[in-house]
């Protein structure tokens, strides 16, 4: 059963970077190339909202207007892990960051359709 951890989240000034991480685990299909990957943002009080999500192949690649031009997807297959490059950061970027998978395309990057969920990890951006 496919299984996702999160890592690198942590307290970081305005301006500064950070690198996520989601690396699965037990999954059937031979490669996580075959999955969506996304990342999402849950701010205190707010809504779960989709901050960027990959295709299979990396064929197709979503942004949140929030997060374009700063925030950078990427996946190392061989490694099983997909990561979430934040630069640029801002008090508002601050929440708990998930990653989520589901196998095959789905349209956009909307909660919904990711199956499985990583516990999260906490980004805190402030000075």
């Known amino acids: 059963q496919l299984q996702l951890v999160e890592s690198g989240g942590g307290l970081v000034q305005p301006g500064g970077s950070l690198r996520l991480s989601c690396t699965a685990s037990?999954?059937?299909?031979?490669?996580?190339?075959?999955?969506?990957i996304g990342w999402f943002r849950q701010a205190p009080g707010k809504a779960r909202e989709g901050v960027s999500c990959?295709?299979?192949?990396?064929?197709?690649?979503y942004y949140a207007d929030s997060a374009k031009g700063r925030f950078t997807i990427s996946r190392d297959n061989a490694k099983n892990t997909v990561y979430l490059q934040m630069n640029s950061l801002k008090p508002e970027d601050t929440g708990v960051y998930y990653c989520?998978?589901?196998?095959?395309?789905?349209?956009?990057?909307?909660?919904?359709?990711?199956?499985?969920w990583g516990q999260g990890t906490l980004v805190t951006v402030s000075s």
């Open positions: 990959i295709s299979p192949s990396n064929n197709r690649i």
């Open positions: 989520a998978a589901v196998r095959g395309v789905v349209a956009g990057c909307l909660a919904e359709y990711l199956e499985v």
């Open positions: 037990g999954f059937t299909l031979a490669s996580l190339d075959y999955y969506t």
